[in-house]
């Protein structure tokens, strides 16, 4: 008998990735996929590898998620992207928590993320825990379009098998997921009427730098590791000359 455990990917065009992330998920009891109008075969695959599909047009990114866990039929859910995998050592961690009587109600689970081969150790990336692993009826995501918080209603554990991360396939589609995740920053800071100043931006770029590649030795990953922690610092002033722009577009 299959573990009572939902696996829950949230999908948008995701051709390239999606059937690895499904077969990876075979041995729980329901595999579920939660598809945003995927314009490629995105749905397709996933059927043809054993999930249910369900079609959910994304507006608000944690509106869809928790929407997409409320349709899980069972009541330990593992939340996955399609560009995400099971470690096998998952796997039987989450077995063991499903079979027993555990006190928490949430786990955080270590995610393991590739820049194309490369395997980004250092500079805070790894093991860089996240809350994937709940009872659906004690965890909820604020509603809000980027970077929504967790809410959980009791104890949450901490696991030591990894979801592994193919993030980006290279560095192209790293900047380029960059500008677009920065663009939503900005829409955020301009909704919410923040107050902040270019001497603040510059202090947070500089912060997120030094921190990342000195304190958390992103220096450890060679010019890879350079390269993400520059990232962290250019996402603050991205995000800042994109909401200034949004200000005087909007006093015109």
């Keep these: 008998m299959k ?7 949230i999908t948008k065009n995701e051709e390239d ?9 075979a041995w729980a009891e329901e595999v579920l996929v939660i598809d945003d109008d995927s314009t490629d075969s995105t749905r397709e695959i996933a059927k043809n590898n054993g999930a249910t599909v369900i079609m959910r047009k994304m507006d608000v990114e944690g509106k869809h998620r928790n929407f997409a866990y409320s349709r899980a039929r069972n ?13 096998p050592a998952l796997k039987d961690e989450l077995t063991r928590i499903v079979e027993g009587s555990p ?5 955080s689970i270590p995610i393991k993320t590739y820049i194309g081969t490369h395997w980004i150790r250092s500079g805070g990336w790894y093991p860089a825990p996240k809350v994937r692993f709940f009872r659906k009826d004690k965890f909820k995501y604020e509603e809000v379009e980027v970077h929504p918080r967790v809410f959980i209603d009791g104890p949450c554990g901490h696991l030591k098998g990894d979801i592994i991360h193919y993030s980006y396939k290279d560095f192209h589609e790293f900047f380029e997921s960059l500008n ?15 107050k902040i100043n270019t001497r603040g931006m510059l202090r947070k770029l500089c912060d997120r730098f030094l921190k990342a590649y000195f304190l958390k030795k992103g220096y450890k990953d060679g010019l890879v590791g350079f390269a993400v922690s520059y990232a962290g610092g250019l996402y603050q002033f991205m995000s800042y000359m994109k909401y200034k722009e949004m200000l005087r577009n909007a006093q015109r």
Excluded: G, M, Y
């Design 180 to 194: 677009n995740q920065t663009t939503l920053e900005a829409k955020k800071w301009f909704n919410e009427k923040r």
């Design 17 to 25: 990735h999606i059937a690895e992330c499904v077969r990876s998920a």
């Design 103 to 107: 006190k928490e109600n949430a786990f």
């Design 3 to 9: 573990p009572a455990i939902s696996v829950v990917i």
């Design 75 to 87: 009541p330990w859910v593992l939340s996955l992207d399609a560009d995400e995998r099971i470690s």
